[in-house]
């Protein structure tokens, strides 16, 4: 990469998607759907170690097993629910908080839709 992009990580990740998957939106959308997998079960192996607890003590604070937790802190499971990540945050004593915010990968001059904006009802 070049320097620009390691002191901005915006453009690097502009970078990867044009260069490595040919600014296609499908393929953008499953790297970011396996870099938020990545990023939930590291969180949830984090905390977990944080707080000193086995997979089987957090998940009996959950009211679940240990193989379901194993499988929540392993990187290539999409099968994450919100209710069980609730649970989970519950369960260590925190709050899940979730934040939409513009994609820096997105042009923010290229037009957004060719679409005509609705009239408002008279």
């Not at 901005?8 to 939106?25: Q, T, V």
């Not at 379901?68 to 908080?97: C, F, H, K, N, P």
Request: charge should be positive; hydrophobic fraction near 35%; aromatic fraction near 4%.
């Amino acid at each position: 990469m070049t320097s620009e992009s390691s002191k901005n990580p915006a453009a690097g990740r502009k970078i990867i998607l044009s260069e490595y998957f040919n600014d296609s939106p499908r393929e953008t959308l499953l790297l970011r759907r396996e870099l938020f997998n990545a990023h939930i079960a590291q969180a949830i192996y984090d905390v977990r170690k944080l707080k000193g607890l086995t997979q089987a003590q957090l998940a009996k604070r959950v009211g679940t097993t240990a193989s379901v937790i194993s499988r929540l802190e392993d990187v290539d499971y999409g099968g994450r629910s919100l209710d069980m990540l609730l649970r989970i945050t519950s369960a260590l004593g925190l709050q899940l908080t979730l934040s939409l915010t513009p994609d820096p990968s997105r042009d923010p001059r290229r037009p957004k839709s060719s679409r005509k904006p609705r009239r408002p009802a008279a």
